[in-house]
C-alpha cells in the first residue's frame, strides 16, 4: 500500500469514530428523554429497584 492509501484509510477511520461518538450522544440523548436524568432524580425519588418488582 502507498501512503496515499494509508492515509485514506486513516481518514476513514477517524471519521467512523466521529460517527460513532455521535451515535453514543444520541442514545444517551434520547435515554434522558424516556427516562429522565437519574443524577438530577427527575421522577422525585419514585425510581423501584429491580429488586422490588413482582415475580
Known sequence: ?????????????????RQLDKLDELVK???????GDVSLDEKNGKNT???RLPK
Open 1 to 17: 500500500m502507498n501512503s496515499a492509501k494509508l492515509h485514506k484509510v486513516s481518514e476513514l477511520t477517524a471519521k467512523r469514530r
Open 29 to 35: 440523548s434520547k435515554f434522558v428523554e424516556m427516562f
Open 49 to 51: 429497584s429491580l429488586v
